[in-house]
């Protein structure tokens, strides 16, 4: 199983991106999708998650009516589009998977993790 995260870059404060995920998994429905962001020196949060069939969605607290987590299952991919960027939103974010868990937003549930993209917001 592989995941590619992708379209992280540089944005100036108020601009938006859109990251998107490709997913290597052949039963890619069954899997939860998160996103995840990290900064160094601090732990990996959760960002937003979608469930399998794309019913249902998770967002943290801080990202709420900015974010829109979404998923194309005929594609295998899934996607964060991220609006009205702030600073404090400036990360690697990270993709993942989880075929069985019991939270959206507990990444030692995850089972698989792409590699990462850098989202720079400047001021």
């Known amino acids: 199983v592989q995941l590619q995260a992708s379209g992280g870059g540089l944005v100036q404060a108020g601009g938006s991106l859109r990251l998107s995920c490709a997913a290597s998994?052949?039963?890619?429905?069954?899997?939860?999708m998160g996103w995840f962001r990290q900064v160094p020196g601090k732990e990996r949060e959760f960002v937003a998650a979608?469930?399998?069939?794309?019913?249902?969605?998770w967002y943290t607290n801080s990202v709420k009516g900015r974010f829109t987590v979404s998923r194309d299952n005929a594609k295998n991919t899934a996607s964060l589009e991220m609006n009205s960027l702030k600073p404090e939103d400036a990360a690697v974010y990270y993709c993942?998977?989880?075929?069985?868990?019991?939270?959206?937003?507990?990444?030692?549930?995850?089972?698989?993790w792409g590699q990462g993209t850098q989202v720079t917001v400047s001021s």
């Open positions: 993942a998977a989880m075929a069985r868990g019991r939270s959206a937003s507990t990444l030692q549930d995850y089972d698989y």
């Open positions: 979608i469930s399998g069939s794309g019913t249902s969605t």
């Open positions: 998994i052949r039963t890619f429905s069954r899997y939860l």
